[in-house]
Protein backbone atom coordinates (compact mmCIF):
# COMPACT_ATOMS: atom_id res chain seq x y z
CA UNK A 1 0.00 0.00 0.00
CA UNK A 2 1.46 3.02 -1.05
CA UNK A 3 0.32 5.62 1.27
CA UNK A 4 1.39 3.34 4.40
CA UNK A 5 4.78 3.03 2.51
CA UNK A 6 4.92 6.51 2.81
CA UNK A 7 3.83 6.73 6.20
CA UNK A 8 6.99 4.31 7.04
CA UNK A 9 9.14 6.22 5.40
CA UNK A 10 8.22 9.47 7.40
CA UNK A 11 8.04 7.67 10.60
CA UNK A 12 11.51 6.86 10.18
CA UNK A 13 13.09 10.19 8.99
CA UNK A 14 11.24 11.50 12.24
CA UNK A 15 12.37 8.87 14.35
CA UNK A 16 16.26 9.29 13.26
CA UNK A 17 16.36 12.83 12.49
CA UNK A 18 13.96 14.56 15.19
CA UNK A 19 13.71 12.43 18.30
CA UNK A 20 16.63 10.48 18.36
CA UNK A 21 19.30 13.48 17.90
CA UNK A 22 16.76 15.67 20.63
CA UNK A 23 17.47 12.90 22.93
CA UNK A 24 20.35 12.56 21.90
CA UNK A 25 21.42 16.29 23.40
CA UNK A 26 19.93 15.78 27.06
CA UNK A 27 22.38 13.59 28.01
CA UNK A 28 24.06 14.24 31.15
CA UNK A 29 27.86 13.40 30.57
CA UNK A 30 28.58 15.03 34.42
CA UNK A 31 26.21 13.27 36.44
CA UNK A 32 25.03 10.34 34.51
CA UNK A 33 21.51 9.38 33.68
CA UNK A 34 19.64 12.56 31.08
CA UNK A 35 18.67 16.23 32.18
CA UNK A 36 15.04 15.87 34.06
CA UNK A 37 13.70 19.51 32.31
CA UNK A 38 13.39 21.46 29.31
CA UNK A 39 10.90 24.05 29.46
CA UNK A 40 8.89 25.15 26.73
CA UNK A 41 11.18 28.26 25.40
CA UNK A 42 13.95 25.43 25.29
CA UNK A 43 16.07 26.48 27.95
CA UNK A 44 17.75 22.99 29.66
CA UNK A 45 17.69 23.15 33.41
CA UNK A 46 20.71 21.10 34.34
CA UNK A 47 19.83 20.72 37.99
CA UNK A 48 16.44 19.74 37.69
CA UNK A 49 14.94 16.27 39.52
CA UNK A 50 15.45 13.55 37.50
CA UNK A 51 12.21 11.29 37.22
CA UNK A 52 13.05 7.79 37.12
CA UNK A 53 10.14 7.00 35.31
CA UNK A 54 11.85 9.25 32.94
CA UNK A 55 15.17 7.48 32.89
CA UNK A 56 13.13 4.23 32.63
CA UNK A 57 11.08 5.45 29.47
CA UNK A 58 14.36 6.44 27.95
CA UNK A 59 16.52 3.05 28.88
CA UNK A 60 13.34 1.75 26.70
CA UNK A 61 13.28 3.86 24.16
CA UNK A 62 17.48 3.45 23.20
CA UNK A 63 17.01 -0.53 23.63
CA UNK A 64 14.30 -0.37 21.13
CA UNK A 65 15.85 1.85 18.61
CA UNK A 66 18.87 -0.01 18.67
CA UNK A 67 17.26 -3.37 18.25
CA UNK A 68 15.08 -1.91 15.22
CA UNK A 69 18.07 0.24 13.74
CA UNK A 70 20.95 -1.56 14.80
CA UNK A 71 23.30 1.52 14.92
CA UNK A 72 25.78 0.73 17.71
CA UNK A 73 25.34 4.72 18.81
CA UNK A 74 21.99 4.34 20.50
CA UNK A 75 23.54 1.12 21.98
CA UNK A 76 25.82 3.79 23.82
CA UNK A 77 22.99 5.72 25.39
CA UNK A 78 20.70 2.76 26.34
CA UNK A 79 23.87 1.50 28.78
CA UNK A 80 24.54 4.76 30.09
CA UNK A 81 20.58 4.99 31.39
CA UNK A 82 20.91 1.50 32.24
CA UNK A 83 23.88 2.10 34.38
CA UNK A 84 22.08 5.17 36.11
CA UNK A 85 18.90 2.96 36.95
CA UNK A 86 21.41 0.63 38.15
CA UNK A 87 23.27 2.63 40.39
CA UNK A 88 20.86 5.58 41.35
CA UNK A 89 17.26 4.89 40.73
CA UNK A 90 17.49 1.50 42.54
CA UNK A 91 17.06 1.87 46.25
CA UNK A 92 19.99 -0.73 47.47
CA UNK A 93 18.75 -0.97 51.16
CA UNK A 94 15.16 -1.75 50.55
CA UNK A 95 14.77 -2.69 47.04
CA UNK A 96 12.48 -0.93 44.44
CA UNK A 97 13.00 2.05 42.35
CA UNK A 98 12.38 5.50 43.74
CA UNK A 99 10.09 8.13 42.12
CA UNK A 100 13.08 10.78 41.22
CA UNK A 101 16.58 11.84 41.62
CA UNK A 102 17.99 15.03 42.60
CA UNK A 103 19.96 16.39 39.56
CA UNK A 104 23.08 14.47 40.83
CA UNK A 105 21.72 11.37 41.32
CA UNK A 106 20.94 11.28 45.16
CA UNK A 107 17.36 10.25 46.08
CA UNK A 108 15.00 13.25 46.18
CA UNK A 109 11.43 11.47 46.11
CA UNK A 110 11.86 8.48 48.22
CA UNK A 111 8.59 6.92 46.95
CA UNK A 112 7.79 3.64 45.69
CA UNK A 113 5.09 3.39 43.47
CA UNK A 114 3.55 0.69 41.85
CA UNK A 115 3.58 2.24 38.28
CA UNK A 116 7.39 3.39 38.77
CA UNK A 117 8.29 -0.49 39.48
CA UNK A 118 6.44 -1.66 35.93
CA UNK A 119 8.35 0.95 33.41
CA UNK A 120 11.65 -0.59 35.04
CA UNK A 121 10.88 -3.96 34.55
CA UNK A 122 9.47 -2.69 30.94
CA UNK A 123 12.68 -1.02 30.27
CA UNK A 124 14.98 -3.85 31.81
CA UNK A 125 12.98 -6.49 29.62
CA UNK A 126 13.70 -4.49 26.57
CA UNK A 127 17.20 -3.69 27.02
CA UNK A 128 17.76 -7.49 28.05
CA UNK A 129 16.44 -8.25 25.14
CA UNK A 130 18.99 -5.91 23.04
CA UNK A 131 22.10 -6.95 25.13
CA UNK A 132 21.54 -10.02 26.31
CA UNK A 133 22.31 -8.64 29.74
CA UNK A 134 21.60 -10.76 32.09
CA UNK A 135 22.30 -9.07 34.98
CA UNK A 136 19.27 -6.12 33.62
CA UNK A 137 16.86 -9.35 33.38
CA UNK A 138 17.71 -10.72 36.78
CA UNK A 139 17.00 -7.44 38.16
CA UNK A 140 13.74 -6.70 36.55
CA UNK A 141 12.85 -9.94 38.07
CA UNK A 142 13.71 -8.98 41.56
CA UNK A 143 11.57 -5.92 41.00
CA UNK A 144 8.64 -8.34 39.96
CA UNK A 145 9.15 -9.98 43.36
CA UNK A 146 8.81 -6.81 44.85
CA UNK A 147 5.17 -5.84 42.81
CA UNK A 148 3.99 -9.64 43.89
CA UNK A 149 4.82 -9.74 47.42
CA UNK A 150 4.56 -5.54 48.09
CA UNK A 151 2.24 -4.03 46.05
CA UNK A 152 -0.95 -6.44 45.56
CA UNK A 153 -3.89 -7.74 47.83
CA UNK A 154 -6.68 -10.21 46.54
CA UNK A 155 -8.23 -7.92 44.05
CA UNK A 156 -5.96 -5.77 42.56
CA UNK A 157 -2.81 -3.76 42.33
CA UNK A 158 -2.09 -1.47 44.74
CA UNK A 159 -0.58 2.06 44.35
CA UNK A 160 1.95 4.06 46.45
CA UNK A 161 4.58 3.43 49.38
CA UNK A 162 7.14 5.21 51.27
CA UNK A 163 10.31 4.37 51.19
CA UNK A 164 9.93 1.01 52.98
CA UNK A 165 6.90 -0.09 51.02
CA UNK A 166 4.28 1.02 53.95
CA UNK A 167 1.35 2.57 51.92
CA UNK A 168 0.76 5.95 51.50
CA UNK A 169 -1.92 8.46 49.56
CA UNK A 170 -1.91 7.66 45.86
CA UNK A 171 -1.09 11.61 45.04
CA UNK A 172 1.11 10.76 42.00
CA UNK A 173 -1.63 9.26 39.95
CA UNK A 174 -4.64 10.29 41.44
CA UNK A 175 -6.11 13.52 39.72
CA UNK A 176 -9.69 14.85 38.73
CA UNK A 177 -10.61 15.61 42.80
CA UNK A 178 -9.91 12.09 43.65
CA UNK A 179 -7.24 9.54 45.64
CA UNK A 180 -7.65 6.68 44.00
CA UNK A 181 -6.70 3.39 45.92
CA UNK A 182 -6.51 1.28 42.55
CA UNK A 183 -6.05 2.56 38.97
CA UNK A 184 -6.81 1.43 35.53
CA UNK A 185 -3.44 3.50 34.39
CA UNK A 186 -0.88 0.88 37.15
CA UNK A 187 -2.70 -2.23 36.45
CA UNK A 188 -2.40 -1.11 32.34
CA UNK A 189 1.01 -0.64 32.79
CA UNK A 190 2.09 -3.70 34.87
CA UNK A 191 0.35 -5.54 32.24
CA UNK A 192 2.42 -4.09 29.34
CA UNK A 193 5.51 -4.59 31.72
CA UNK A 194 4.75 -8.40 32.21
CA UNK A 195 4.27 -8.89 28.76
CA UNK A 196 7.55 -7.60 27.74
CA UNK A 197 9.19 -9.99 30.96
CA UNK A 198 7.06 -12.96 29.62
CA UNK A 199 8.37 -12.20 25.90
CA UNK A 200 12.07 -12.04 26.10
CA UNK A 201 12.13 -14.85 29.42
CA UNK A 202 8.60 -17.06 28.42
CA UNK A 203 8.35 -17.64 32.22
CA UNK A 204 5.03 -19.61 32.96
CA UNK A 205 4.44 -18.07 36.57
CA UNK A 206 4.57 -14.40 34.70
CA UNK A 207 2.00 -15.70 31.66
CA UNK A 208 -0.06 -17.19 34.38
CA UNK A 209 -0.30 -13.54 36.23
CA UNK A 210 -0.98 -11.69 32.73
CA UNK A 211 -3.98 -14.23 32.72
CA UNK A 212 -5.30 -12.86 36.00
CA UNK A 213 -4.72 -9.33 35.04
CA UNK A 214 -6.88 -10.14 31.69
CA UNK A 215 -8.98 -11.29 33.94
CA UNK A 216 -9.59 -8.38 36.43
CA UNK A 217 -9.59 -5.95 32.97
CA UNK A 218 -12.20 -7.81 31.39
CA UNK A 219 -15.03 -8.01 34.92
CA UNK A 220 -13.53 -4.94 37.25
CA UNK A 221 -11.94 -2.37 34.81
CA UNK A 222 -13.92 -2.65 31.54
CA UNK A 223 -17.21 -1.44 31.20
CA UNK A 224 -19.88 -3.20 29.01
CA UNK A 225 -22.73 -0.72 29.17
CA UNK A 226 -20.57 2.24 28.33
CA UNK A 227 -17.98 0.72 26.10
CA UNK A 228 -15.01 2.03 27.75
CA UNK A 229 -12.51 1.49 30.83
CA UNK A 230 -13.26 2.64 34.55
CA UNK A 231 -10.35 4.91 35.24
CA UNK A 232 -10.05 5.60 39.40
CA UNK A 233 -11.26 2.50 42.22
CA UNK A 234 -11.78 2.34 45.84
CA UNK A 235 -9.93 -0.06 47.16
CA UNK A 236 -12.57 -2.73 46.24
CA UNK A 237 -12.30 -1.85 42.24
CA UNK A 238 -15.86 0.02 42.59
CA UNK A 239 -15.45 3.06 40.08
CA UNK A 240 -15.11 6.69 41.99
CA UNK A 241 -15.48 9.12 39.14
CA UNK A 242 -17.30 8.74 36.05
CA UNK A 243 -13.78 9.28 33.68
CA UNK A 244 -13.68 8.65 29.87
CA UNK A 245 -9.63 8.91 29.36
CA UNK A 246 -9.88 8.54 25.39
CA UNK A 247 -5.82 7.89 25.16
CA UNK A 248 -6.02 5.53 27.58
CA UNK A 249 -8.45 3.64 25.86
CA UNK A 250 -7.22 3.62 22.28
CA UNK A 251 -3.56 2.44 24.26
CA UNK A 252 -5.10 -0.90 26.31
CA UNK A 253 -6.97 -1.75 22.90
CA UNK A 254 -3.19 -2.01 21.16
CA UNK A 255 -1.68 -3.29 24.79
CA UNK A 256 -4.01 -6.11 25.19
CA UNK A 257 -3.97 -7.10 21.45
CA UNK A 258 -0.19 -7.26 22.39
CA UNK A 259 -0.75 -9.20 25.31
CA UNK A 260 -2.96 -11.61 23.55
CA UNK A 261 -0.63 -12.56 20.85
CA UNK A 262 2.72 -12.43 23.30
CA UNK A 263 0.26 -15.18 25.63
CA UNK A 264 -0.97 -16.93 22.52
CA UNK A 265 -3.96 -18.66 24.58
CA UNK A 266 -7.57 -19.05 22.35
CA UNK A 267 -9.40 -18.48 25.16
CA UNK A 268 -8.12 -15.20 26.14
CA UNK A 269 -8.65 -14.09 22.47
CA UNK A 270 -12.48 -15.03 22.85
CA UNK A 271 -13.11 -13.07 25.55
CA UNK A 272 -10.56 -10.06 25.20
CA UNK A 273 -10.80 -9.53 21.38
CA UNK A 274 -14.51 -8.10 21.42
CA UNK A 275 -13.70 -5.79 24.14
CA UNK A 276 -10.14 -4.07 22.23
CA UNK A 277 -12.49 -4.12 18.78
CA UNK A 278 -15.44 -2.49 20.80
CA UNK A 279 -12.93 -0.19 22.47
CA UNK A 280 -11.15 0.97 19.16
CA UNK A 281 -14.88 1.56 17.40
CA UNK A 282 -15.90 3.82 20.35
CA UNK A 283 -12.54 6.26 20.21
CA UNK A 284 -13.02 6.61 16.57
CA UNK A 285 -16.89 7.77 17.20
CA UNK A 286 -16.68 9.83 20.05
CA UNK A 287 -13.14 11.12 20.47
CA UNK A 288 -11.64 11.35 16.81
CA UNK A 289 -12.29 15.21 15.63
CA UNK A 290 -10.84 17.81 13.35
CA UNK A 291 -7.81 15.75 12.13
CA UNK A 292 -6.97 14.54 16.08
CA UNK A 293 -8.40 12.94 19.42
CA UNK A 294 -9.94 14.20 22.43
CA UNK A 295 -8.52 13.91 25.58
CA UNK A 296 -10.82 13.04 27.73
CA UNK A 297 -14.58 13.03 29.18
CA UNK A 298 -15.35 14.07 32.96
CA UNK A 299 -18.67 14.05 34.19
CA UNK A 300 -19.83 14.70 30.40
CA UNK A 301 -17.62 17.56 29.92
CA UNK A 302 -15.62 17.02 27.37
CA UNK A 303 -11.37 18.52 27.62
CA UNK A 304 -10.66 19.14 23.70
CA UNK A 305 -6.57 19.65 24.19
CA UNK A 306 -4.50 17.60 21.87
CA UNK A 307 -2.51 15.53 24.53
CA UNK A 308 1.40 14.66 22.80
CA UNK A 309 0.77 11.10 24.04
CA UNK A 310 -2.56 10.53 23.11
CA UNK A 311 -2.24 11.08 19.50
CA UNK A 312 0.58 9.11 19.39
CA UNK A 313 -1.35 6.23 20.76
CA UNK A 314 -4.41 7.06 18.42
CA UNK A 315 -1.94 6.21 15.54
CA UNK A 316 -1.13 3.01 17.07
CA UNK A 317 -4.36 1.84 18.20
CA UNK A 318 -6.35 2.82 15.13
CA UNK A 319 -3.20 0.80 13.20
CA UNK A 320 -3.97 -1.80 15.48
CA UNK A 321 -7.68 -1.91 15.01
CA UNK A 322 -7.44 -2.17 11.06
CA UNK A 323 -4.39 -4.89 11.48
CA UNK A 324 -7.00 -7.25 13.73
CA UNK A 325 -9.51 -6.44 10.63
CA UNK A 326 -9.21 -5.00 7.57
CA UNK A 327 -12.34 -4.56 6.45
CA UNK A 328 -11.97 -1.33 9.13
CA UNK A 329 -10.37 1.08 6.60
CA UNK A 330 -11.94 3.91 8.27
CA UNK A 331 -8.86 3.03 11.34
CA UNK A 332 -6.16 3.42 8.57
CA UNK A 333 -7.56 6.29 7.54
CA UNK A 334 -7.81 7.63 11.17
CA UNK A 335 -4.02 6.64 11.98
CA UNK A 336 -2.86 8.32 8.58
CA UNK A 337 -5.25 11.68 9.77
CA UNK A 338 -3.41 11.90 13.19
CA UNK A 339 -0.28 11.45 12.13
CA UNK A 340 -0.02 13.98 9.47
CA UNK A 341 -1.75 16.20 12.17
CA UNK A 342 1.23 15.17 14.65
CA UNK A 343 3.82 16.15 12.06
CA UNK A 344 2.48 19.19 11.03
CA UNK A 345 1.28 20.52 14.41
CA UNK A 346 2.20 18.75 17.62
CA UNK A 347 5.66 18.36 16.19
CA UNK A 348 7.78 21.21 17.42
CA UNK A 349 9.67 22.32 14.34
CA UNK A 350 11.64 25.27 16.38
CA UNK A 351 16.03 24.14 15.90
CA UNK A 352 16.49 22.10 19.43
CA UNK A 353 12.96 20.89 20.09
CA UNK A 354 10.89 18.05 19.88
CA UNK A 355 6.91 17.35 19.79
CA UNK A 356 4.55 20.15 22.02
CA UNK A 357 2.83 18.27 24.90
CA UNK A 358 -0.74 20.40 24.21
CA UNK A 359 -1.80 22.04 21.26
CA UNK A 360 -5.69 22.76 20.32
CA UNK A 361 -7.61 21.75 17.46
CA UNK A 362 -6.05 23.49 15.21
CA UNK A 363 -2.44 23.01 16.48
CA UNK A 364 -1.69 26.67 18.56
CA UNK A 365 0.59 25.22 21.68
CA UNK A 366 0.15 26.13 24.92
CA UNK A 367 3.12 27.60 25.94
CA UNK A 368 2.65 26.90 29.59
CA UNK A 369 3.68 22.96 29.51
CA UNK A 370 7.13 22.30 28.99
CA UNK A 371 8.85 20.39 26.42
CA UNK A 372 10.71 17.70 28.61
CA UNK A 373 9.82 16.90 32.63
CA UNK A 374 9.73 13.73 34.67
CA UNK A 375 6.55 12.37 32.25
CA UNK A 376 7.53 13.27 29.13
CA UNK A 377 9.54 11.49 27.36
CA UNK A 378 10.41 9.42 24.14
CA UNK A 379 7.85 6.50 25.32
CA UNK A 380 4.93 7.46 23.76
CA UNK A 381 6.04 9.40 20.18
CA UNK A 382 9.08 6.45 20.19
CA UNK A 383 7.25 3.80 20.36
CA UNK A 384 4.84 5.02 17.93
CA UNK A 385 7.34 5.41 15.23
CA UNK A 386 8.88 2.07 16.29
CA UNK A 387 5.21 0.22 15.44
CA UNK A 388 4.60 2.32 12.11
CA UNK A 389 7.59 0.76 11.16
CA UNK A 390 7.55 -2.50 12.33
CA UNK A 391 3.98 -3.21 11.21
CA UNK A 392 2.84 -4.57 7.62
CA UNK A 393 -0.16 -3.32 6.44
Given amino acids: MDNYRKMKELAKAHLTEVIIP ?3 KLKDEENGGFYGYLDFDLHVDKKAVKGCILNSRILWFYSNAYHLLGEKDLLSYADHA ?13 GGIYWSLSYDGTAYDTTKHTYNQAFAVYALSSYYEATKNEEAITLAKSIIGIIEKKCTDSIGYLEA ?5 QPVDNEKLSENGVIAHKTMNTLLHVFEAYTEYYRVTGEVEIKERLMWMLDT ?3 KVYNPN ?10 HMNSILDLHSYGHDIEAAWLIDRGLDVINEQKYNSLLKPI ?9 QTAYQDHSLLNECEKGIVNTSRIWWVQAEAVVGFLNGYESDRNENKFLLAAMDIFQFILEK ?6 GSEWYWEVDKDGNPYSKKPIVEPWKCPYHNGRMCFEIIKRNM
Fill in 346 to 351: VHDKRT
Fill in 217 to 219: IRT
Fill in 82 to 94: YEFLKAHCLDHIN
Fill in 161 to 165: FDRVF
Fill in 276 to 284: TRDLTNQIY
Fill in 226 to 235: LLRQEVFFDE
Fill in 22 to 24: FWN
